[in-house]
């Protein structure tokens, strides 16, 4: 029988406790951690690894959302967001094949959840989970916002000058932010959107890693993963993992997993400084 590998993240003890009470009942799951907050949940995913996340959505400080943006896409595993969402955004989950639970918790919707899992899990469908879920908080944008598609659409002229430093344009909703490179501390693509995290916040720019990667400053910024790129100014140590992959911690609370394939990248960079 398949067990998965479970984390229960929720900043309120009563639901929790419901939620701890309600899983240890099914046999196909084992809880291995449970979490009060959202760091707490990226630090423990980071380190166990999961086969299956149940996450609230609405947490302080960083939320479910938040999460799922901070973690590396290959290292985010499935997800079933439990939530007091409106229907109208959780139509979005289910068109985007991503699992919910609405708040009151009901057994029902804890069946179907983890039997959607099992078959996730089975057919290894789950290397795109991470973007699965960024369209979706993307369509549920659009849906709050209808004018936000047409913004997206909007393209800025290119400064072509030395005087002016080197940015990316962010469209989210109706707002456009000119966020420096010399900010980026590092991205990670999720299927047809990138994740730019920079001094603490993390934005999501609709285009590829590939796209992205033509504007960036070569020299700073270096591909250490398939999915992820680093500015190698904010390395601040670096960790070794298990076959031949170590872990690069970027600041107080980010790290990003190195793969075997580009670990010649940071080797190099580390020789020169």
Known sequence: MTKLRTIIVDDEPLALNLLRAKLNKIPEIEIIAECKNGREAIEATMAL?????????????IDGFGVIKKLQSDIVPLVVFTTAFEQY???????????YILKPIDDERIQRAIQRALVRCESDEDTL???????AIDSINERKNPESAATQSMSLPKLNTD????????KDRD??????????????????YVCVHAQGVTHIKRCTLKN???????EMFKRVHRSTIVNLNYIQKVIPHTK?????????YDQVKVSRNYREVIKSFLTDM
């Open 163 to 170: 005087k002016v430093e080197r940015k990316i344009v962010i």
């Open 89 to 99: 955004a959780l139509d979005a989950f289910d068109v985007h094949a991503v699992d």
């Open 175 to 192: 707002d456009i932010t000119l966020l420096k490179q010399t900010d980026i501390e590092w991205v990670d693509a999720a299927g047809d």
């Open 244 to 252: 031949g992959e170590f872990f690069l911690k970027l600041g107080e």
């Open 49 to 61: 690894a999961p086969d299956l996340l149940f996450l609230d959505i609405q947490m302080p400080g």
């Open 212 to 218: 992205l990667l033509e504007d960036l400053d070569s």
């Open 129 to 135: 989970n991470k973007s699965r879920i960024i369209s």
